[in-house]
């Protein structure tokens, strides 16, 4: 009976062996902390040196290119017709080409004067003999003047104004003797003022060119 006792914890034995070969040991999981990676450095170690980072060169800018005009065909500008000019109305002759008081012996030094007109339409004559005779009054030669039998020509202009003062007196055609020149313009300086402009006259002022002819006996 023993033997069979024994047998019997031989084969349950045997039995829980095979059972656990079998099965294999169940694996135990333990919870713990979550592990965190944690990098050392060395404190002896140098400072990184940052990198330095190059900006490329910009890019070359490329010259514009037009395109090459093509040779054609130019058309010529359309001729107009041209009018036939018209013709040209002859320009009214200058007072000063017809005196309107021609050229005469006056004072007592044996000079010739005329007087002409910017008026066209100056009918009041005797104002120019006015004129004439006041200027050849204050004329005298120049002393000294001789002219050799030829004679000697000058031209003063000037304007009257409504009451007969003088103005823009000045040499118009000189007679290349300086000496009969200014004594021309002194003798028209001396006449200011003249006698006032005809009543009947509607212009503001009267430009005279009074002629100067004088020759040495």
């Known amino acids: 009976m023993r033997t069979s006792v024994l047998g019997s914890g031989l084969v349950h034995i045997a039995l829980m062996a095979a059972l656990l070969v079998v099965r294999g040991?169940?694996?135990?999981i333990v919870p713990g902390p979550e592990v965190v990676q944690v990098a050392l450095i060395d404190p002896t170690a140098?400072?990184?040196?940052?990198?330095?980072v190059?900006?490329?060169?910009?890019?070359?800018?490329l010259d514009e290119v037009k395109p090459a005009e093509e040779p054609g065909v130019k058309l010529q500008p359309r001729k107009t017709k041209?009018?036939?000019?018209?013709?040209?109305?002859?320009?009214?002759?200058?007072?000063?080409?017809?005196?309107a008081l021609p050229?005469?012996?006056v004072?007592?030094?044996?000079?010739a004067g005329d007087v002409a007109v910017d008026a066209g339409n100056f009918e009041f004559t005797y104002y120019l003999v006015l004129i004439r005779n006041k200027i050849a009054s204050n004329w005298s030669p120049p002393s000294g003047l001789a002219t050799s039998g030829s004679p000697v020509r000058a031209v003063v202009y000037f304007k009257?104004?409504?009451g007969g003062d003088l103005a823009g007196v000045r040499v118009e055609t000189g007679s290349s003797i300086d000496f009969f020149d200014r004594?021309?313009?002194?003798?028209?300086?001396?006449?200011?003022?003249?006698?006032?402009?005809?009543?009947?006259?509607?212009?503001?002022?009267?430009?005279?060119?009074?002629?100067?002819?004088?020759?040495?006996?």
């Open 107 to 111: 004072g007592s030094a044996g000079l």
């Open 25 to 28: 040991p169940a694996a135990l």
């Open 160 to 162: 009257v104004g409504r």
């Open 82 to 99: 041209q009018e036939p000019p018209k013709p040209r109305t002859p320009e009214r002759p200058r007072a000063t080409e017809a005196p």
């Open 183 to 217: 004594s021309a313009l002194r003798a028209v300086l001396l006449s200011d003022p003249m006698p006032p402009l005809p009543l009947g006259y509607s212009g503001g002022d009267l430009g005279v060119h009074f002629g100067f002819q004088w020759e040495s006996p």
């Open 54 to 61: 190059e900006t490329p060169p910009p890019e070359p800018k």
């Open 46 to 52: 140098s400072t990184p040196v940052p990198v330095r």
């Open 103 to 105: 050229s005469a012996k």
